[in-house]
């Protein structure tokens, strides 16, 4: 399709969250884990980023992201 067919679509799927806001978390269509993965990544952070990493499908680095709080701080419980 066109540009616009593409942007009334992600408008529709609700993945548009306008020009100066970019859509976070969930919303995000490259999200791979879940608001639920990344409050049970944080519950359980005694196992590591490594450990995680492999249980969630993530690289230990995207693992010890969400764990430090540098990705998914929209949520409240980052730093816990």
């Known amino acids: 399709g066109t540009r616009s ?3 009334v679509d992600k408008t529709l799927k609700g ?7 970019p859509a976070r978390g969930e919303a995000s ?3 791979v884990l879940s608001e639920a993965d990344v409050r049970s990544m944080r519950a359980d952070r005694s196992q590591g ?7 969630f499908g993530v690289s230990s680095s995207a693992a010890g992201s969400v764990l430090s709080g540098r990705t998914w701080k929209h ?3 980052w730093n816990v």
């Open 5 to 7: 067919d593409n942007m």
């Open 15 to 21: 993945r548009s969250t306008g020009a100066r806001q």
């Open 29 to 31: 269509g490259r999200a």
């Open 49 to 55: 980023p490594s450990a995680l990493g492999r249980r």
């Open 75 to 77: 949520l409240e419980d």
